[in-house]
């Protein structure tokens, strides 16, 4: 089971929101090359990374600390956040990243995910965000209208080469995810599947494993880390556990 620690950029400082709300968020201290490097020193190799200026704005705006991360520390990195043309893909596979994810933009145009698919081999994961079954877009702001299973039944076949399962009700909430819904997905999927949203304790880890689902390759690890709900040297002991 792969943890992926997760850095969530805003303003070049590491934030993380409740429910994806803007206006609900928390600012840490530490920049995100740090947490980054702290990371690395604990023996972490993959990370999770979301470019919440870029979920704004539709642009790479902090592709330079993005590329200082992979330089340093030679970390696989996925990273997600307003990606919406082949443009920036490239940027972000140029820059070294392991996975790019493609949120809104691949569940309002089915077409882009499939050719992004195509053009970068490999490269693409596909970010579904979910709440109530129903997949959100733009920031989470609002409701695509399609089912979560539904949608990807559609698009399965594109070749998408990871996808990461949020449920938004218990992302930032530390009330454990919904392994539930992600393991009807998992069963849906082509693609190995990522957990995410929710994670509070080490017991959710250990849950996770205990689904014993093929398919489910990883967990995303966010703000029980910053809290100090889930300590580094016990959560890095699960990677090799």
Not at 177 to 192: L, M, R, Y
Request: glycine content about 8%; charged content about 30%; hydrophobic content about 35%.
């Amino acid at each position: 089971m792969k943890i992926f620690p997760a850095i969530d950029i805003k303003d070049k400082k590491c934030v993380r929101l409740v429910k994806g709300d803007f206006d609900n968020q928390t600012v840490y201290e530490m920049s995100p090359v740090e947490q980054a490097g702290k990371y690395k020193d604990h023996g972490f190799k993959n990370l999770h990374i979301v470019d919440l200026d870029g979920a704004l704005t539709g642009e790479t705006v902090n592709l330079d600390i993005i590329h200082e991360i992979v330089t340093k520390f030679d970390l696989k990195i996925e990273i997600g956040g307003g990606l919406r043309n082949f443009e920036s893909i490239q940027k972000y596979t140029d820059a070294g990243v392991e996975k790019v994810i493609l949120g809104s933009a691949a569940i309002q145009n089915k077409n882009f995910l499939k050719q992004a698919c195509e053009k970068f081999p490999d490269k693409i994961a596909l970010g579904l965000d979910a709440k109530d079954g129903y997949l959100s877009v733009s920031g989470w702001k609002e409701n695509s209208n399609q089912l979560t299973l539904d949608y990807l039944k559609e698009v399965n076949k594109y070749g998408a080469s990871r996808l990461i399962y949020t449920d938004i009700n218990r992302d930032g909430m530390k009330q454990s995810p919904n392994f539930e819904e992600t393991v009807k997905v998992a069963d849906t999927s082509n693609c190995p599947v990522v957990i995410s949203g929710g994670v509070s304790s080490i017991e959710d880890i250990k849950k996770a494993k205990e689904l014993n689902n093929k398919n489910i390759e990883g967990i995303i690890v966010g703000k029980a880390i910053y809290d100090g709900d889930i300590k580094l040297d016990e959560l890095v002991k699960e990677v090799n556990a």
